[in-house]
């Protein structure tokens, strides 16, 4: 467990095979990153790439994958059902393990500042890196898309933060940011009741009123003829699983119904687990540096 | 999370540094070990030594140790309180990260042929690798010391597994096997009753008919007013740390008392606590290649 980052950069490819190979190689290419996976996908054409690596190096990688984007991709000609407003459309930085938010933000601004002035391309910090709060969300700094990209930035809120101001009329504009990283996280109650389901999403997720990073929805799993609460966890640190695990049991009580399981889907950060054994077993003063594993890496 | 082994050696120099740096510095020299900690102590005349790495580093890295502690330290002049048999007393390997306990025992048997075959050393494989039930224990092999072992050698059951059937009168002999890593935990109530922490203390103990993996005693920590059930968890895969808890708890409930916290002493495997998370959260089909950590060292 040395210092790790993760990126999930999108560019916009996702038919042609050669170009999608050519710019997923850039991440090869550079030592100290491991390619996890990527999605190419027709419909959006677009594709999402994810790596994990050291900071300095998911950098190098992440500006690199950006520079051929940038090369191989013309988006004056891109078609596709996704929103996009670059060649590289968002490259997201997220702490993993032993690297703080402030550092990744700091890495973020790093990186778009050299996209912005070595590629020419228009960044946008957005999430936790953002200069202002209305350009946090994503969605809000793409609207209008590349089409409408050159016009919005005329406004004084919407001038990117590195790069020109006038758009770049092939490679467009780049969102570039640190948040926290997401666990898929799913509870299985004993009914098959969705009324149930949905009414404990409604008293758990932040949005109606329960714990602040969590999204919740109620689901029917058919197959096993239960149902389930299925949620994303946006930030484990300040919303931990076994607080909405404990949360999702004590409101099944309340309606006779039993929690039988939990899943994580995917992927997730050792540290989310590990603050679920702390919690439950009541450790005093544990920290991560007695994991024998950490100390190989230090 | 690589393939990890933990080795903890013990030879038989506590006292002179120079020979206790030229002993421990054949660890340091091997590429892909990490050395965590030496503690050389006087009254015992010893060192126990422990570091980590791949398999194969790992047996390269003891061999040279016991190579070297062979070469200077003449145990036919050794005083000290511990008990001992041999220049290098004892080379426990111990399965951390992806690496089975079996494979483990394969490492120590050749590990222990090249210590018998080029030091000419004679080597009793213990623990998971004896090769009869009465030489599993450490201690009964190593009674008599080195001072009796050459008359003991000569009896059927204590002929050694690898090197020479006489002992070799400088170097002596050396105990090599397989044990699972070894977890400190503690577990505290909120009396000063130390006659409480004791009947629990054996009702979950192993050899007084608890769980068969744990070793456990009552005691005081003063300063704080409370006792405390102090634990070796022997094998944690066997015996895991969420059961010990949630029975202590039981017990503690029982009479009247509550469990106030927890304690990992030292060095614990990253996978001993996730098993703790899985069980509490109810976690279904959780598979430890979903902890992020692992896919970068894949």
Redesign the interface.
């Known amino acids: 467990?040395?210092r790790?980052v993760?990126c999930v950069p999108n560019f916009s490819e996702g038919r042609n095979k050669e170009v999608i190979e050519k710019i997923v190689d850039e991440v090869r290419k550079v030592e100290g990153t491991?390619l996890?996976d990527y999605a190419p996908d027709k419909d959006h054409n677009r594709c999402v790439v994810t790596f994990?690596?050291s900071p300095e190096s998911v950098v190098e990688a992440a500006f690199n994958l950006c520079k051929r984007a940038s090369e191989l991709i013309d988006l004056s000609k891109h078609e596709g059902e996704h929103p996009r407003m670059g060649a590289t459309d968002v490259i997201p930085l997220i702490p993993?393990?032993e690297v703080t938010m402030d550092e990744c933000i700091e890495k973020s601004k790093e990186l778009g500042k050299r996209i912005g002035e070595e590629l020419n391309i228009s960044v946008f910090l957005y999430e936790k890196s953002a200069s202002a709060s209305h350009r946090t969300n994503l969605a809000k700094i793409r609207k209008g898309q590349f089409e409408g990209m050159n016009e919005k930035m005329k406004e004084d809120e919407w001038k990117p933060d590195f790069g020109p101001d006038t758009l770049n009329m092939t490679a467009g504009a780049t969102a570039v940011g640190s948040r926290m990283?997401l666990v898929a996280y799913n509870v299985?109650l004993d009914t098959d009741n969705l009324e149930i389901a949905d009414k404990i999403a409604k008293s758990i997720r932040g949005i109606s009123g329960g714990l602040r990073y969590c999204k919740a929805l109620g689901m029917e799993i058919k197959e096993r003829g239960i149902v389930q609460i299925s949620m994303n966890m946006v930030d484990y640190t300040k919303t931990p699983?076994?607080r909405v695990?404990d949360m999702i049991e004590r409101e099944a009580n309340r309606y006779g119904v039993n929690?039988?399981?939990?899943?994580?889907v995917?992927?997730?950060?050792?540290a989310a687990?590990?603050n679920?054994?702390?919690y439950?077993?009541?450790?005093?003063?544990?920290s991560e540096n007695?994991?024998?594993?950490k100390?190989?890496y230090?």
């Open positions: 467990m040395a790790i993760q491991k996890l994990i690596g993993i393990s990283p299985n699983l076994f695990f929690v039988i399981g939990s899943e994580i995917g992927l997730i950060p050792t687990l590990i679920c054994a702390d439950y077993l009541k450790l005093e003063d544990f007695q994991l024998l594993e100390r190989i230090e």
